[in-house]
């Protein structure tokens, strides 16, 4: 089996399924209680809290633990949207290509009689700073824009937007969910409020992340009950994913720098096979993503079936194409980039990780290659544009 779907899940890493074995066996009370389990238990998430933040760099009361990137991304979107009618300041800044995580909550928002401006990306999948300066209005209150897209891996200019964001004092709120663990990053430096991440995007358990949010910004929970988290998040908390997640984050980090430069060399081999394929072409800028995505169109091919055929030879992949209601919809990252729907049902995404390795990459291409052929030849439209009687698209 070879897998490619890290974008997906990443298996877990052994020392986060350790450390979890170890808080189930001996230090499983619950961390809000005062008497001895209370206090080991409690010992194990200010030490998961305190390693989590000294990656960010940032102090460690300003993580909070939650149950994922959908979570951290709701938290934040909802308590800056909260501040900001509680201000009088009701539009919100963000990009198509976001998470639905992001923009399903944008749109209960806008219902709710918010104002929000979706800016599109460039060709390359990449949402322009510039593009953001220009939607910001006296009453903006959040500005949403995430690291790195799931799909086509593009990394964004969160600097700049955090820069001007801080400058005209706008919350800043970036998801990081694909970046968190393979990218170090400092929220300080990139000038953001919040910052979702999700511990199974870096060999953590399901079901567990961490929202950042600055000391200071005005901020309203999302889930209301006990007390946890400094009265930020309520529910007992998850004391042995948590800890999983911070043993999962230490070993991404600390091999982060020979990983990627690793991974970006395997990375640019599978493109370059894959590209080689005839009416095909890469999906995102070309070096401005993460250095395990790949994300390929094949004109004539439809997402599922390819990677229904993949998946009966061992190897697992994803299409950003999304069967709904039996029609396969189209990725909305790759539509608003600009790619013809009939190129963006015909996405494969594979993402890399640690197990991944040069022979994995060639017989992935051999494999991409065969099937894609064998899919054209069954396909009508295909034939119809091999004798001429319709135009290819690339
Ligand atoms: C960019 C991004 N944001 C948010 C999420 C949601 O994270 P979770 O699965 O932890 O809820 C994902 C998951 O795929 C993601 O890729």
């Known amino acids: 089996m070879i897998y490619l779907d890290y974008a997906a899940t990443a298996p877990m890493r052994e020392c986060a399924i350790d450390a979890m074995n170890d808080v189930m066996r001996h230090a499983w009370g619950n961390p809000s209680s005062i008497h001895e389990e209370g206090a080991r238990a409690k010992a194990v998430l200010e030490d998961a809290r305190e390693r989590i933040a000294a990656h960010l760099g940032c102090r460690p009361p300003e993580i909070l633990f939650t149950s994922g990137g959908t979570e951290s991304d709701s938290t934040a979107v909802y308590s800056a949207a909260e501040a900001g009618r509680r201000a009088g300041r009701m539009h919100i800044v963000s990009a198509m290509i976001e998470h639905h995580a992001i923009l399903r909550p944008l749109e209960r928002l806008a219902q709710r009689g918010f104002d929000v401006t979706l800016l599109p990306p460039d060709r390359d999948g990449i949402v322009q700073a510039e593009a953001v300066r220009e939607a910001i209005r006296e009453d903006t209150c959040l500005v949403a824009v995430m690291t790195a897209n799931n799909e086509t891996g593009a990394i964004q200019p969160i600097r700049e937007i955090g820069e001007l964001c801080r400058a005209r004092g706008i919350p800043f709120h970036t998801d990081a969910v694909q970046a968190a663990g393979h990218i170090p990053m400092n929220p300080g430096e990139i000038g953001c409020d919040t910052l979702a991440a999700s511990a199974h995007k870096f060999g953590g ?15 309203v929970p999302f889930l ?17 994913a948590i800890a999983g997640m911070a043993a999962a984050f230490d070993e991404s980090l600390a091999g982060a720098e020979q990983e990627n430069a690793r991974l970006t060399v395997l990375r640019d081999r599978l493109a370059a096979g894959l590209t080689r394929i005839p009416k095909s072409t890469l999906n995102g800028h070309p070096q401005k993503r993460l250095t395990n995505n790949v994300n390929v169109s094949f004109e004539g091919v439809e997402g599922e079936p390819l990677l229904l055929l993949l998946d009966e030879r061992g190897i697992r992949a994803s299409s950003g194409a999304a069967c709904s209601a039996g029609a396969l919809e189209p990725s909305h990252v790759l539509t608003a980039m600009g790619i013809p729907s009939e190129l963006a049902v015909g996405s494969l995404r594979l993402t890399l990780g640690p197990d991944t390795d040069e022979d994995a990459v060639d017989t992935v291409i051999e494999a991409v290659r ?12 295909w034939q119809a544009k091999c004798e001429g009687r319709r135009a290819f698209l690339l």
């Open 205 to 219: 358990p399901r079901g567990t992340g961490f929202l950042y949010v600055r000391r200071g910004l005005s901020f």
């Open 224 to 240: 209301l009950g006990g007390g946890q988290e400094r009265e930020r998040r309520a529910g007992t908390e998850n004391v042995a």
């Open 370 to 381: 065969d099937t894609v052929e064998r899919l054209r030849t069954q396909s009508p439209e």
